[in-house]
């Protein structure tokens, strides 16, 4: 295992709640910790999660994580000191090469910064991210100032905190009962080599209300931008002996008239997409106009809607595609249909839905002169 992350997670602050540590108080529609826990949940270079918390936290713990794709949890004990040792010793199974130890209350650490950590433990250091210090320092005695200090090297320093996990696990080993102020000391006092990287303003420590309401209001300056893209098509019967919907050839009394293969759902589907992205429709990219798209396969339109996806570094949330039509009957192809549009997006099947409705005899539609499809896309910009 390369990597594992430790977030420590056993205070018992409550300067903020009298009755609910912080780090289980609500933030966006989640807890403190599990949106810290998903940041490290969800990097592609994090092998493992695991959490140490409070034995007196469980049913708190079990509320906020569950769902969550995490390693069992391990108690802490009395200092902070003796949690991360407590959770590293449990890690040692796992046989990790590094581990990035974090406080549980730093619910803004980025994918950027946890990178950044990585890449120099590459060297076989330590490595803790920092800010410097923007504001004068002072010295002071009882109150008074004694000197002014020079700035330029001093740094605020924050987590995740990143280690050889061999060499932090016998640093602590080694200095039970300090009670050092974080991971980074207790690797100094051991003699280990720490860098330091730049970290993040937002990536502060939420120790009082103040704090928390800062959090809140970043929090909702940070809300996931989601697009709703809607697209529509229909198309007439004409001689022939198949429809082919989202992909899937039905045999059929008639064909479908148009320019491509004529197909419904996925024409509708791929101007879902491209709406929700704020690019355009299907007839900018292929137009009827040209002959190179004559009789084309409609999944030509869908894959290149899927690279603009990729390209907006934008991932699917949910499609919705409704096939109107009095005949064919959809329900016995539906899973076709649903499946080859996930291959063709590389997306999970949870995320799409296909259905059949009828227009009740009514129209065009209901005269049986036709297919419609309309599709709904949601669509994530990360």
């Keep these: 295992m390369e990597t594992v992350a430790l977030i420590v997670s056993a ?127 002072k010295l002071l005695d009882d109150g008074k100032i ?7 090297n001093i740094w605020r320093v924050q987590t995740p905190q990143g280690f050889p996990f061999d060499q932090i696990l016998a640093a602590h080993r080694s200095l039970i009962g300090n009670n050092l102020a974080d991971d980074a000391a207790v690797a100094e006092a051991y003699g280990l080599s720490v860098v330091v990287v730049q970290g993040l303003l937002d990536n502060e420590k939420i120790t009082n209300k103040e704090d928390l309401e800062k ?23 004409s001689k022939g002996d198949f429809v082919t919907i989202c992909g899937i050839k039905i045999p059929f009394s008639f064909g479908l008239e148009g320019h491509s293969d004529a197909d419904v759902g996925l024409h509708a589907l791929t101007d879902a997409i491209l709406g929700a992205l704020g690019k355009g429709d299907i007839g900018e990219y292929f137009p009827s106009t ?14 290149h809607a899927g690279e603009v996806l990729s390209s907006m570094n934008a991932s699917v949330q949910n499609l919705d595609i409704t096939i109107i039509c009095e005949v064919p009957k959809i329900s016995p192809y539906r899973d076709e249909m649903k ?7 590389s997306i999970s099947p949870s995320r799409v839905n296909v259905k059949g409705k009828t227009n009740e005899t009514l129209g065009f539609i209901g005269r049986k002169e036709g297919i419609a499809a309309q599709a709904t896309a949601t669509i994530l910009i990360q």
């Design 146 to 152: 004694v000197k002014s200090l020079e700035r330029s």
């Design 215 to 237: 959090a809140m209001q970043k929090h909702s300056l940070s809300l996931p931008d989601i697009r709703v893209g809607n697209g529509y098509d229909v198309h007439r019967f």
């Design 11 to 137: 205070g018992r602050g409550r300067r903020i709640s009298g009755k609910t540590p912080k780090q289980y108080l609500p933030l966006g529609g989640e807890t403190i910790l599990s949106k810290t826990a998903r940041a490290f949940i969800n990097h592609k270079k994090i092998d493992a999660v695991r959490i140490v918390i409070h034995p007196d936290d469980q049913d708190l713990y079990d509320t906020a994580t569950g769902g969550l794709n995490l390693l069992s949890p391990v108690y802490g004990g009395p200092e902070r000191q003796d949690s991360v040792r407590n959770g590293l010793e449990s890690l040692e199974e796992l046989s990790p090469l590094n581990v990035l130890i974090h406080d549980s209350v730093r619910p803004f650490v980025s994918h950027s910064l946890i990178d950044r950590i990585l890449n120099m433990l590459l060297d076989g250091k330590g490595c803790i991210p920092g800010v410097p210090i923007m504001d004068a320092i």
């Design 290 to 303: 040209d002959e190179q798209w004559r009789n084309a396969s409609s999944h030509i339109f869908l894959r």
């Design 339 to 345: 499946n080859n549009i996930c291959e063709i997006l």
